[in-house]
C-alpha cells in the first residue's frame, strides 16, 4: 500500500495559524514531547519532516467523496445512507467519508489543519459546513478517493487519540452539466477530544451547476 506520509503539525508550527477564517493561537506546549519523539522515528524512517501544521493537498474526486481514515480501518458501509450524502459527511468510529458537490475532478483543493481545541467556523466563509468525529488509535490518518484505496493514499502522522473534524466547503454549483469539474475546495480542521462529535450540519450547501 502506498502512501505519502508526512506531518500535520510541528511544535513551531502550531504557535502560527494562517487559515482563511481566523483561528486563536494553539498553545504548543501538549505537543512538544510528541513532537521530539515523532522527529526521531520519521529520520529513522529517512522521510522528510514537514514541519508547518496546515497542509494544502490537491486530491482527486471519485463518487461524488473522498475518505479520511485512520490507517487501520475498514468502510463502514452501513454509514452511508441518504440522510449521511444529504448532509455532506458519513461517520463511523475510524474515519468520515466527506461527499462533494463535485462527482469527478482530477484536482480538488484540499486544506488540513490541526488545532488544539474546537473552534467556531465563520459560516459566511463558506457554502457548506459540517461536523463529525473519529478515532486514530493508530497515529495516522489516511485521505484518498474510492478508486485511490491502496494505490495513492496520503498518509498524515497525528498524536493518537479521538478528533473533532470539521469539514468546510466552498466554491459550490460549479460544476459541468454532468456535475463533474467543479470548482468546490474544502478545508478540514482536526482537533483532539475525548469523546466523537456526532455527525451533524452547521450550514447546508446548496449542489448544482
Known amino acids: 500500500m502506498s502512501a505519502q506520509a508526512f506531518t500535520l503539525a510541528s511544535p513551531a508550527g502550531l504557535c502560527n495559524i494562517n487559515v482563511r477564517h481566523t483561528f486563536k493561537p494553539v498553545d504548543c506546549a501538549a505537543f512538544k514531547v510528541w513532537w521530539a519523539g515523532m522527529t526521531r522515528q520519521r529520520r529513522q524512517l529517512g522521510m522528510k519532516?514537514?514541519?508547518?501544521?496546515?497542509?494544502?493537498?490537491?486530491?482527486?474526486?471519485?463518487?461524488?467523496?473522498?475518505?479520511?481514515?485512520?490507517?487501520?480501518?475498514?468502510?463502514?458501509?452501513?454509514?452511508?445512507?441518504?440522510r449521511a450524502q444529504h448532509d455532506g459527511v458519513a461517520g463511523w468510529t475510524g474515519g468520515v467519508a466527506v461527499f462533494c458537490n463535485s462527482n469527478w475532478t482530477v484536482s480538488t483543493p484540499l486544506v488540513v489543519t490541526l488545532v488544539d481545541e474546537h473552534l467556531t467556523p465563520e459560516l459566511a466563509s463558506f457554502d457548506h459546513v459540517a461536523i463529525a468525529g473519529l478515532s486514530c488509535p493508530s497515529g495516522e490518518l489516511r485521505i484518498f478517493s474510492p478508486e485511490e484505496t491502496g494505490v495513492n493514499e496520503r498518509g498524515l502522522l497525528v498524536p493518537p487519540g479521538n478528533y473533532g473534524l470539521m469539514i468546510c466547503g466552498d466554491g459550490f454549483g460549479t460544476g459541468d452539466e454532468y456535475g463533474d469539474n467543479g470548482r468546490d475546495a474544502y478545508t478540514l480542521t482536526l482537533w483532539p477530544c475525548d469523546s466523537l462529535p456526532a455527525a451533524r450540519v452547521l450550514k447546508r450547501g446548496t449542489r448544482g451547476a
Do not use: K, W
Request: charged content about 30%.
Open 49 to 82: 519532516l514537514l514541519t508547518d501544521q496546515q497542509h494544502r493537498l490537491a486530491i482527486a474526486i471519485d463518487h461524488g467523496q473522498f475518505l479520511v481514515i485512520d490507517r487501520d480501518s475498514e468502510v463502514d458501509p452501513d454509514a452511508y445512507n441518504e
